[in-house]
């Protein structure tokens, strides 16, 4: 029956016999950063973060222009209808055609403003498409590149270990509860296996299943309240093991993490310029490492660089000034949504300069059949590719 039990241990562990056994080496270290360095994902990632804002916001603008359009073109045939009934009244005639005539002039620059804007948008998308995969081949590299460094760190560390004269010294230093009639020795030989496995806790190179080679208690002393200080010195043979592989994947951002991304509306969430979801709050696995990181509200943008290290939650606040934008322009955008009872209109930019971008009115039925299909991509454009559906 045991009287005693662990209770607090400070924890302080050494090597000597192999000075040189280190996880990484300062020359191991100087080359993962000169492979950080040599890809500057960072740069990447704040240049496609900045276009990716910009894009939404003209984006953004020329949906609304494309109905500014039709609300014109529904204004003059509905003084197109009128027109015989001002001729047969006499209803100042002639101001009526010049109104008409200055209207069709109107809706005459407004589509020759909306094909540019078209041309500009789909040469921003490709831009944009080609910034991706620039940060993709360039992720691809340097993983590829630290991984092979990682492999070599495995080695060396696989063959030092290896070593027969390869051991770890642990000194531990903590505090035993023991019962008003135990004696130290007594105290101390029952909580043996604790103090070697907490030993085993404070050193990377050790596990469970490590060999206890030696094992000593340098000094001890307890108080009349039973509370036992001790320092006890270990010697355990090391071995490559999951706490060691943990430690390097994280080291050479080959281990992912779970972001929580949160914010006070409901936006398009966007990470290295994909997009992963929409909503007030989602969750992305990500590697570990730098991320782009974009949310999109209402042709607003908030973005950010981040250095992921572990799981996160990360928010994204917007201002009142904001919602009261989405609230202004409501009666306009309730006609780009599903929802609307005002017919929807197709926005399809022009697939080539010799043509004009075609603006009609279509049944609820047809936007409904694209949000199945899966035609409400977050650019705004009808991707031509399948591979354009992916910035990475």
Known sequence: MRYCKLTIALMLSFA??????????ASEDSAIENINQQYDINSLLISS????????????????????????????????????????AKDNVAQYFKDLEALVL??????????????ALKAEHQTIIDDGKKLKDARIKRNSELAALKQ?????????????????????????????????????????????????????????RSVLLSYKIVDASMNLDGDLSYRAAMTFKPAYNNKI?????????????????????????????????????????????????????????????E???????????FSDKSKKTKAQHSSATQKQTVKTD???????????????????LQPKSSMNEKVDKGYLYFMGLEPEAESQEKFL
Do not use: M
């Open 106 to 119: 109107k809706i005459d620059a407004l589509e020759k403003e909306y094909e540019e804007k078209g041309k």
């Open 152 to 208: 070599r760190v495995v080695a060396r560390l696989t063959e030092e270990l290896a070593n027969p004269k390869s051991v770890k010294d642990v000194s531990l230093s903590g505090t035993l509860s023991c019962t008003t009639y135990q004696s130290i020795n007594q105290c101390l030989t029952e909580n043996e296996n604790f103090i070697v496995k907490d030993a085993k806790k404070s050193d990377n190179f050790l596990n469970e």
């Open 16 to 25: 000597t016999n192999l000075s040189a056994l280190e996880l990484i080496t």
């Open 342 to 360: 005002y017919p929807n209109v197709s926005t399809t930019p022009p697939s080539n300069s010799s043509e004009k971008p075609v603006i009609k």
């Open 245 to 305: 592989e943990s430690i390097l994947n994280e080291k050479f951002g080959l281990k992912s993490a779970v972001l929580t991304l949160k914010s006070n509306v409901d936006v398009d969430w966007y990470i290295d310029g994909n997009k992963v979801g929409s909503g007030k709050e989602i969750t992305q696995e990500v590697a570990l490492g730098r991320h782009g990181i974009l949310a999109s509200y209402n042709s607003v943008g908030q973005s950010s660089i």
């Open 49 to 88: 973060n900045n276009k990716l804002g910009r894009y939404n916001k003209n984006e953004f603008e020329y949906r609304a222009l494309s109905l500014e359009i039709e609300n014109n073109k529904n204004i003059y045939q509905n003084n197109i209808d009128a027109l015989a009934d001002k001729v047969v």
């Open 307 to 317: 250095v992921v290290e572990g799981n996160d939650e990360l928010f994204y606040t």
